[in-house]
Protein backbone atom coordinates (compact mmCIF):
# COMPACT_ATOMS: atom_id res chain seq x y z
CA UNK A 1 0.00 0.00 0.00
CA UNK A 2 2.33 2.30 0.80
CA UNK A 3 4.77 2.01 -2.31
CA UNK A 4 1.42 2.57 -4.16
CA UNK A 5 0.47 5.59 -2.43
CA UNK A 6 4.65 6.74 -3.32
CA UNK A 7 4.42 5.27 -7.36
CA UNK A 8 0.73 7.23 -7.36
CA UNK A 9 2.38 10.78 -6.21
CA UNK A 10 5.15 10.23 -8.78
CA UNK A 11 3.11 9.61 -11.75
CA UNK A 12 -0.11 11.04 -11.31
CA UNK A 13 0.46 13.07 -14.46
CA UNK A 14 0.98 10.13 -16.15
CA UNK A 15 -1.00 6.97 -18.13
CA UNK A 16 -0.69 3.76 -18.51
CA UNK A 17 -1.11 1.00 -21.56
CA UNK A 18 -0.78 -2.57 -22.27
CA UNK A 19 2.42 -2.43 -24.47
CA UNK A 20 1.50 -3.83 -27.61
CA UNK A 21 5.38 -5.06 -28.21
CA UNK A 22 4.49 -7.79 -25.61
CA UNK A 23 1.33 -8.59 -27.44
CA UNK A 24 -1.10 -7.05 -25.37
CA UNK A 25 -4.25 -5.45 -26.43
CA UNK A 26 -3.23 -1.15 -26.38
CA UNK A 27 -6.29 -0.31 -23.64
CA UNK A 28 -5.49 2.02 -20.63
CA UNK A 29 -4.68 0.19 -17.54
CA UNK A 30 -4.89 2.15 -13.54
CA UNK A 31 -3.35 0.93 -10.39
CA UNK A 32 -5.38 -1.20 -8.47
CA UNK A 33 -5.03 -1.32 -4.62
CA UNK A 34 -5.36 -4.48 -2.70
CA UNK A 35 -5.17 -5.70 1.04
CA UNK A 36 -4.74 -8.96 0.83
CA UNK A 37 -2.74 -9.60 -2.42
CA UNK A 38 0.15 -7.62 -4.73
CA UNK A 39 -1.06 -4.23 -5.82
CA UNK A 40 -1.19 -4.11 -9.39
CA UNK A 41 -2.14 -2.78 -12.72
CA UNK A 42 -5.86 -3.64 -14.41
CA UNK A 43 -7.79 -2.21 -17.17
CA UNK A 44 -10.64 0.46 -17.05
CA UNK A 45 -13.53 -0.99 -17.04
CA UNK A 46 -15.33 -1.39 -20.60
CA UNK A 47 -18.52 1.04 -21.47
CA UNK A 48 -20.82 -2.12 -20.40
CA UNK A 49 -19.15 -1.67 -17.02
CA UNK A 50 -18.01 -5.79 -18.03
CA UNK A 51 -14.36 -6.82 -16.98
CA UNK A 52 -11.97 -5.73 -20.18
CA UNK A 53 -10.80 -8.90 -22.14
CA UNK A 54 -6.45 -9.06 -23.06
CA UNK A 55 -5.69 -11.08 -25.71
CA UNK A 56 -2.05 -11.24 -24.22
CA UNK A 57 -1.03 -15.19 -23.70
CA UNK A 58 2.67 -14.59 -22.58
CA UNK A 59 3.54 -13.16 -18.96
CA UNK A 60 6.02 -14.80 -17.31
CA UNK A 61 9.35 -13.07 -16.96
CA UNK A 62 10.70 -13.74 -20.87
CA UNK A 63 7.58 -12.53 -22.51
CA UNK A 64 9.69 -9.26 -23.08
CA UNK A 65 13.02 -10.62 -24.16
CA UNK A 66 13.05 -9.00 -27.43
CA UNK A 67 12.84 -5.68 -25.67
CA UNK A 68 15.79 -6.48 -23.35
CA UNK A 69 17.80 -7.99 -26.48
CA UNK A 70 17.36 -4.65 -28.10
CA UNK A 71 18.45 -2.43 -25.66
CA UNK A 72 21.26 -4.53 -25.20
CA UNK A 73 22.64 -4.74 -28.48
CA UNK A 74 21.58 -1.14 -28.83
CA UNK A 75 23.58 0.08 -26.09
CA UNK A 76 26.74 -2.10 -27.08
CA UNK A 77 26.34 -0.64 -30.46
CA UNK A 78 26.41 3.00 -29.05
CA UNK A 79 29.78 2.07 -27.07
CA UNK A 80 31.18 1.70 -29.97
CA UNK A 81 29.94 5.05 -32.02
CA UNK A 82 27.39 2.66 -34.31
CA UNK A 83 23.92 2.79 -34.78
CA UNK A 84 21.36 -0.02 -35.77
CA UNK A 85 17.68 -0.42 -37.25
CA UNK A 86 15.82 -2.87 -35.04
CA UNK A 87 12.69 -4.93 -36.52
CA UNK A 88 10.56 -7.33 -34.13
CA UNK A 89 9.88 -8.64 -37.02
CA UNK A 90 6.52 -10.84 -37.93
CA UNK A 91 7.62 -13.66 -40.62
CA UNK A 92 4.62 -16.10 -41.54
CA UNK A 93 2.70 -14.43 -38.97
CA UNK A 94 4.48 -15.25 -35.49
CA UNK A 95 4.02 -13.80 -32.96
CA UNK A 96 5.41 -10.46 -31.74
CA UNK A 97 8.91 -11.54 -29.86
CA UNK A 98 10.22 -14.56 -31.54
CA UNK A 99 12.41 -12.81 -34.05
CA UNK A 100 14.29 -9.48 -33.70
CA UNK A 101 15.89 -8.06 -36.74
CA UNK A 102 19.41 -6.02 -36.09
CA UNK A 103 20.46 -4.27 -39.63
CA UNK A 104 23.48 -2.47 -40.35
CA UNK A 105 24.76 -0.79 -43.19
CA UNK A 106 25.57 -3.89 -44.89
CA UNK A 107 24.98 -6.56 -42.34
CA UNK A 108 22.54 -7.65 -40.27
CA UNK A 109 21.82 -10.52 -37.26
CA UNK A 110 17.88 -12.12 -37.28
CA UNK A 111 17.76 -13.41 -33.57
CA UNK A 112 15.82 -16.73 -32.99
CA UNK A 113 14.13 -16.36 -29.51
CA UNK A 114 12.34 -18.92 -29.98
CA UNK A 115 10.89 -21.93 -32.68
CA UNK A 116 8.22 -20.03 -34.05
CA UNK A 117 10.39 -19.19 -37.04
CA UNK A 118 12.79 -21.70 -38.64
CA UNK A 119 16.49 -19.91 -39.36
CA UNK A 120 17.34 -19.25 -43.06
CA UNK A 121 21.10 -19.77 -43.69
CA UNK A 122 23.36 -17.82 -46.14
CA UNK A 123 20.05 -15.43 -47.10
CA UNK A 124 17.99 -12.17 -46.89
CA UNK A 125 22.28 -10.52 -45.92
CA UNK A 126 20.76 -11.29 -41.90
CA UNK A 127 22.85 -13.94 -40.65
CA UNK A 128 21.01 -15.93 -38.02
CA UNK A 129 21.46 -16.31 -34.04
CA UNK A 130 20.05 -18.75 -32.27
CA UNK A 131 17.82 -18.76 -29.13
CA UNK A 132 19.17 -21.36 -26.03
CA UNK A 133 15.99 -23.71 -27.08
CA UNK A 134 16.36 -22.97 -30.92
CA UNK A 135 17.94 -26.57 -32.68
CA UNK A 136 19.77 -26.62 -35.20
CA UNK A 137 21.19 -30.03 -37.30
CA UNK A 138 24.73 -31.24 -37.43
CA UNK A 139 24.86 -31.10 -40.86
CA UNK A 140 24.04 -27.07 -40.72
CA UNK A 141 27.33 -27.56 -37.77
CA UNK A 142 29.48 -29.00 -40.48
CA UNK A 143 29.17 -27.07 -43.47
CA UNK A 144 29.33 -23.60 -41.73
CA UNK A 145 31.72 -24.80 -39.06
CA UNK A 146 30.10 -23.12 -36.35
CA UNK A 147 26.80 -21.21 -35.47
CA UNK A 148 25.82 -18.41 -32.83
CA UNK A 149 23.44 -18.73 -29.87
CA UNK A 150 21.87 -16.16 -27.54
CA UNK A 151 20.09 -16.71 -24.16
CA UNK A 152 19.07 -14.18 -21.40
CA UNK A 153 19.62 -14.72 -17.52
CA UNK A 154 17.24 -13.15 -15.38
CA UNK A 155 19.63 -11.02 -12.86
CA UNK A 156 17.33 -8.83 -10.34
CA UNK A 157 14.51 -7.57 -11.62
CA UNK A 158 16.30 -7.34 -15.15
CA UNK A 159 17.36 -9.81 -18.06
CA UNK A 160 21.14 -9.79 -18.87
CA UNK A 161 22.25 -10.77 -22.58
CA UNK A 162 24.88 -13.35 -22.97
CA UNK A 163 25.67 -14.97 -26.62
CA UNK A 164 27.52 -17.68 -27.11
CA UNK A 165 29.14 -19.41 -30.11
CA UNK A 166 28.15 -24.20 -31.19
CA UNK A 167 30.47 -26.14 -33.17
CA UNK A 168 29.94 -29.45 -34.40
CA UNK A 169 31.14 -32.13 -31.31
CA UNK A 170 32.22 -28.82 -29.45
CA UNK A 171 30.45 -27.10 -25.79
CA UNK A 172 28.91 -23.92 -26.73
CA UNK A 173 30.86 -21.29 -24.89
CA UNK A 174 29.38 -18.13 -23.54
CA UNK A 175 30.37 -14.49 -22.93
CA UNK A 176 29.26 -11.07 -22.49
CA UNK A 177 28.86 -8.41 -25.57
CA UNK A 178 31.54 -6.58 -24.47
CA UNK A 179 33.92 -9.65 -25.76
CA UNK A 180 31.94 -9.74 -29.41
CA UNK A 181 32.69 -7.40 -32.24
CA UNK A 182 31.05 -7.09 -35.46
CA UNK A 183 33.37 -7.59 -38.50
CA UNK A 184 31.89 -6.46 -42.62
CA UNK A 185 30.10 -9.26 -42.80
CA UNK A 186 29.25 -10.67 -39.40
CA UNK A 187 29.67 -11.28 -35.25
CA UNK A 188 32.33 -12.75 -34.47
CA UNK A 189 33.00 -13.86 -31.02
CA UNK A 190 36.22 -15.08 -29.20
CA UNK A 191 35.37 -18.60 -29.84
CA UNK A 192 35.45 -18.79 -33.27
CA UNK A 193 39.17 -17.95 -33.83
CA UNK A 194 39.46 -21.37 -31.82
CA UNK A 195 37.16 -23.32 -34.51
CA UNK A 196 38.78 -21.90 -36.80
CA UNK A 197 42.50 -23.40 -35.50
CA UNK A 198 41.05 -27.09 -34.66
CA UNK A 199 39.68 -27.26 -38.22
CA UNK A 200 42.71 -26.04 -39.60
CA UNK A 201 44.85 -27.98 -37.72
CA UNK A 202 47.22 -30.23 -40.07
CA UNK A 203 44.78 -33.76 -40.27
CA UNK A 204 47.10 -37.20 -39.58
CA UNK A 205 48.00 -38.83 -42.32
CA UNK A 206 45.93 -42.16 -43.11
CA UNK A 207 48.11 -45.78 -43.09
CA UNK A 208 46.73 -48.90 -44.88
CA UNK A 209 47.95 -52.00 -44.99
CA UNK A 210 50.66 -51.77 -48.58
CA UNK A 211 49.52 -47.85 -48.98
CA UNK A 212 51.88 -45.20 -47.18
CA UNK A 213 51.59 -41.83 -48.39
CA UNK A 214 52.62 -38.92 -45.54
CA UNK A 215 51.77 -35.56 -47.08
CA UNK A 216 54.69 -33.42 -46.48
CA UNK A 217 54.51 -31.01 -43.37
CA UNK A 218 55.35 -27.91 -45.83
CA UNK A 219 52.07 -29.22 -48.12
CA UNK A 220 50.30 -29.47 -44.57
CA UNK A 221 50.76 -26.12 -43.06
CA UNK A 222 50.39 -24.06 -46.43
CA UNK A 223 46.94 -25.81 -46.93
CA UNK A 224 45.82 -25.10 -43.45
CA UNK A 225 47.33 -21.08 -44.05
CA UNK A 226 45.30 -21.26 -47.38
CA UNK A 227 41.66 -22.44 -45.54
CA UNK A 228 41.95 -19.44 -43.07
CA UNK A 229 42.82 -16.72 -45.59
CA UNK A 230 39.97 -17.97 -47.35
CA UNK A 231 37.90 -17.63 -44.47
CA UNK A 232 40.00 -14.20 -43.39
CA UNK A 233 38.07 -13.42 -47.05
CA UNK A 234 35.03 -14.33 -45.86
CA UNK A 235 34.25 -12.50 -42.79
CA UNK A 236 36.25 -9.50 -44.04
CA UNK A 237 38.89 -9.64 -41.16
CA UNK A 238 41.63 -7.69 -42.27
CA UNK A 239 43.33 -8.16 -38.58
CA UNK A 240 43.05 -11.79 -39.38
CA UNK A 241 44.20 -11.91 -43.10
CA UNK A 242 47.21 -9.92 -42.05
CA UNK A 243 48.16 -12.14 -39.03
CA UNK A 244 48.28 -15.09 -41.97
CA UNK A 245 50.24 -13.56 -44.65
CA UNK A 246 53.04 -13.20 -41.99
CA UNK A 247 52.82 -16.51 -41.31
CA UNK A 248 52.86 -17.24 -44.99
CA UNK A 249 55.70 -15.21 -45.57
CA UNK A 250 57.33 -16.85 -42.50
CA UNK A 251 56.70 -20.07 -44.31
CA UNK A 252 58.03 -19.14 -47.33
CA UNK A 253 61.38 -17.56 -45.71
CA UNK A 254 62.08 -20.96 -43.63
CA UNK A 255 61.94 -22.20 -46.95
CA UNK A 256 64.34 -20.25 -49.02
CA UNK A 257 66.43 -20.43 -46.36
CA UNK A 258 66.60 -24.72 -46.46
CA UNK A 259 66.69 -25.01 -49.91
CA UNK A 260 69.92 -26.96 -50.94
CA UNK A 261 72.37 -25.09 -53.09
CA UNK A 262 72.85 -25.57 -56.64
CA UNK A 263 75.94 -27.49 -57.22
CA UNK A 264 78.43 -26.40 -60.09
CA UNK A 265 79.53 -28.60 -62.80
CA UNK A 266 82.99 -28.66 -63.69
CA UNK A 267 83.63 -27.49 -67.09
CA UNK A 268 84.45 -30.55 -70.04
CA UNK A 269 88.05 -30.90 -70.36
CA UNK A 270 88.79 -28.69 -67.21
CA UNK A 271 91.44 -29.80 -64.81
Not at 97 to 126: C, M, N, Y
Not at 156 to 163: D, I, L, P, S
Not at 211 to 231: C, D, G, I, T
Amino acid sequence: MIELDAFRQRHGDDTFWCGLLLGGCGGQLTTKLYTDRVCHFAYHPGPDGLSHVCGRRARGVASADHLYVKSAAAAWLRGRGDQADFDFARPHGAAIGSVVDIRFKARGLRVHLDQAVEPTWDEDGLEPVLGASVPVDQETLIRRWYVHRIRLESEGTARRVRVGTEAFARPTEWFGLDGCEMTERELSMPAVEKIVQARNAPRPSLWSPGKSRKVPESEARAQALLRRLVYARRIESVSLAKQVCEEIEGLAGRAERGAPQAVRQPEEGGS
